[in-house]
C-alpha cells in the first residue's frame, strides 16, 4: 500500500501552549537523536523514514486485557499477532498509573520502555493529539524528553506505526490495526483516568526548576 503523502509537520508535544521552547530545545540538540531532530524541524516525511527503517513490522490485530496482581494491582493490556509470534504488552500500575510497554518475539526475547515520569498533563495531551486523529507522528513522552525512554505513534487511516526508544540506544517498532488502535486508546483513557481539569491544573502549575531547559513545555 502506497503512503498518502502529507505536507511535513513539526509534533505539537513538542512545544507548549504555556512557553514555547524550541529554541531551548535547539539549543539543547548536542544529544538529540535523529528522530526528534526530524519531528522538531517537521522534515521530509517522518512516517516514511521510519517504516523503511523497518519494513516488516508485525501486525498487532488482536486485543485483550487484564486485571493482574492483588495489594499491588495493574491494569495490562495485550495486542499480538494472529499467529502468536509477537506481543505488544501495555501495562499500567493502578496507583501511580506508571506505563510499561514491552515488546515479545517468540516468547523468547522481550524488549521493557519504561515511561514511569509521564505526568498527567503528559497523558493528557497526548490523548487530545492522537483522538484527532492526525496523518502525522506523535510523540509519548515526559519532561525528560529523549533522556528517558519515549514512543513515536504514527497514525494513519487504516493502521498505526508504534516505534519505542531508549537513550541505551535499544528501539522496538510494530503496526496496530485501527480497530486496535481505538481500543487502546480507550483503555488508555480509562486506565490513566485522566480529566481536562486536572490536565489544565498540571499545566497551570509552576515548573519545577531544573538544570535543563527542556524542563518547561
Not at 108 to 121: E, H, I, R, V
Request: proline share 6%.
Amino acid at each position: 500500500m502506497t503512503d498518502r503523502k502529507t505536507a511535513p509537520q513539526a509534533d505539537p508535544t513538542i512545544s507548549s501552549s504555556r512557553t514555547s521552547n524550541t529554541g531551548s530545545l535547539r539549543a539543547d540538540a548536542h544529544d538529540m537523536p535523529w528522530v526528534v531532530s526530524r519531528l522538531l524541524n517537521g522534515e521530509s516525511d517522518l512516517h516514511t523514514d521510519l517504516a523503511q527503517r523497518y519494513p516488516n513490522q508485525p501486525l498487532m490485530s488482536l486485543f485483550s486485557t487484564h486485571q493482574i496482581g492483588g495489594r499491588l494491582p495493574r491494569a495490562q493490556a495485550v495486542l499480538s499477532v494472529q499467529d502468536g509470534s509477537a506481543s505488544l504488552t501495555f501495562e499500567i500500575d493502578v496507583s501511580t498509573r506508571a506505563l510499561m510497554c514491552t515488546f515479545t518475539l517468540y516468547s523468547m526475547l522481550s524488549l521493557q520502555f519504561d515511561l514511569a515520569s509521564l505526568n498527567d498533563g503528559d497523558r493528557t495531551q497526548w490523548l487530545d493529539h492522537i483522538s484527532q486523529r492526525p496523518e502525522r507522528p506523535l510523540i509519548l513522552w515526559s519532561k525528560n524528553r529523549w533522556r528517558s525512554d519515549y514512543l513515536v505513534w504514527s497514525r494513519r487511516q487504516h493502521f498505526t506505526n508504534l516505534y519505542a526508544f531508549s537513550p541505551l540506544h535499544i528501539e522496538a517498532a510494530a503496526r496496530l490495526t485501527s480497530d486496535v488502535m481505538n481500543r487502546l486508546m480507550m483503555w488508555l483513557a480509562e486506565s490513566w483516568g485522566v480529566t481536562r481539569e486536572q490536565a489544565t491544573a498540571q499545566e497551570a502549575a509552576p515548573a519545577p526548576a531544573a538544570e535543563s531547559p527542556l524542563s518547561a513545555w
